[in-house]
T-cell receptor, first 111, second 114 residues
């Protein structure tokens, strides 16, 4: 079975500083990997996805993630945090329609 | 396009009651799914469907039934509600099955079982 571990339940950064949200996955096969964001009391929105093309994936709002097969990681980064980035972020692994979400990382951005 | 719609937005049930959460999409998507979201646990897949007439179990299927008679609709049934089913439920759809497409999520249904 496949699974996802988000290594930090809560990350706090200052506005304008880099963001790093960590995700490790476990899968016996080559999965698709996604990052979704959920703003308070809102639905989920796709940030970016990896589907076996380029290992560095660029998403919306300046986010990007790098797929590292040797480390089974798919960490999410952004060079400069904005107040509007405060939200819950979910790493997701998908193999043949079996989607598994990580527990989520809450990002706080301080002024 | 309305996208993925869910009704109701909120629901309170008593233990043992039954109800159906409705989900519809107007994008002609092949794949539809139901998740529950609980604090500290992310979203967990309950059931999914890769087309009309085809359904399968996800990670946490117990206590829930689904059917897919049309491409557009994918209702989730709770036959005998339990307090452990208190959660926020999300329906989602993908253009195709296979696991590589973006999922489109509905706004969610907040269910409380007393």
């Amino acid at each position: 079975a496949q699974s996802v571990t988000q290594l930090d339940s809560h990350v706090s950064v200052s506005e304008g500083t880099p963001v790093l949200l960590r995700c490790n996955y476990s899968s016996s096969y080559s999965p698709s990997l996604f990052w979704y964001v959920q703003h308070p009391n809102k639905g989920l929105q796709l940030l970016l996805k990896y589907t076996s093309a380029a290992t560095l994936v660029k998403g919306i709002n300046g986010f990007e993630a790098e797929f590292k097969k040797s480390e089974t990681s798919f960490h999410l980064t952004k060079p400069s945090a904005h107040m509007s980035d405060a939200a819950e972020y979910f790493c997701v692994v998908n193999y043949r329609d079996d989607m598994r979400f990580g527990a989520g990382t809450r990002l706080t951005v301080k002024p | 396009n309305a996208g993925v719609t869910q009704t109701p937005k909120f629901q309170v049930l008593k233990t043992g009651q039954s109800m159906t959460l409705q989900c519809a999409q107007d994008m002609n998507h092949e794949y539809m799914s139901w998740y529950r979201q609980d604090p500290g646990m992310g979203l967990r897949l309950i059931h999914y469907s890769v087309g009309a007439g085809i359904t399968d179990q996800g990670e946490v299927p117990n206590g829930y039934n689904v059917s897919r008679s049309t491409t557009e609709d994918f209702p989730l049934r709770l036959l005998s509600a339990a307090p452990s089913q208190t959660s926020v439920y999300f329906c989602a759809s993908n253009p195709r099955s296979g696991g590589t497409d973006t999922q489109y999520f509905g706004p969610g249904t907040r269910l409380t079982v007393l």
